[in-house]
């Protein structure tokens, strides 16, 4: 307990947010108590208190941590290449990649977020995360944007619930390859990423410019 009390306060709330992380993903949010996360981090429940606040506190620290792990992939794959159809690929290439690393965080960002911040109640995580999603969303505008201006993307669409749509399309098509991974080898004869390039493909074709070049 000695060595403990000498860590500094970040690396005993990354202990305790990581335990309660593993719970999450295994048990739930709503079946996990913070008797469990306290055991499975190996502190009291009284450390546990000093840290976090209560269950809803870590719950945001891990949605915002979730938030920024999934801006800084949609980054990295933005900045890849100049092209507008391979920008999308590393898109959504990224997105199985951050499901994969991530399935409790990927889950999560699906979640409903805060967006009223006019009250005092609420965490200064949910509005982090709120801003974080903005930047995200402020990313994607301004690929569909580019795409347009070229002339790759149809100039027919509104941007913003075009690209609330495709996440909602990307992000049940990668669950759903991920939940069917089986089936999908035995009766479609393809692989899981064979399966999520052709539906992938199929969602760029419903906006691309009709005569664009594959």
Partial sequence: ?????????????????????????KKGIENTSMNDIAKEAGYSKATLYVYFKNKEELVGVLVLESMQKLYDYIKLALEKSNDTKERYREICYALV???????????MVLEKLKVNFESTHFLPEEKETFLIGERINDLLFHFVKDGITC???????????????FWGMLSGLIQLATNKE??????MEKSKM?????????????IKMQGEKE
Avoid: C, W
Wanted: net charge negative; hydrophobic share 35%; charged share 30%.
């Fill in 151 to 165: 002339g790759e993307i149809r100039s027919d669409m509104e941007i913003l619930p075009t690209i609330f749509s």
């Fill in 182 to 187: 089986e089936y999908i080898e035995q009766r």
């Fill in 97 to 107: 990649k951050y499901q994969e690393e991530y399935p409790f965080y990927f889950k």
């Fill in 1 to 25: 307990m000695a060595r403990r009390k000498k860590e500094p306060q970040s690396v005993h709330r990354k202990n305790i947010s990581s335990a309660a992380e593993q719970l999450f993903f």
């Fill in 194 to 206: 064979e399966f999520l390039s052709y539906g992938f493909d199929m969602l760029y074709n419903s």
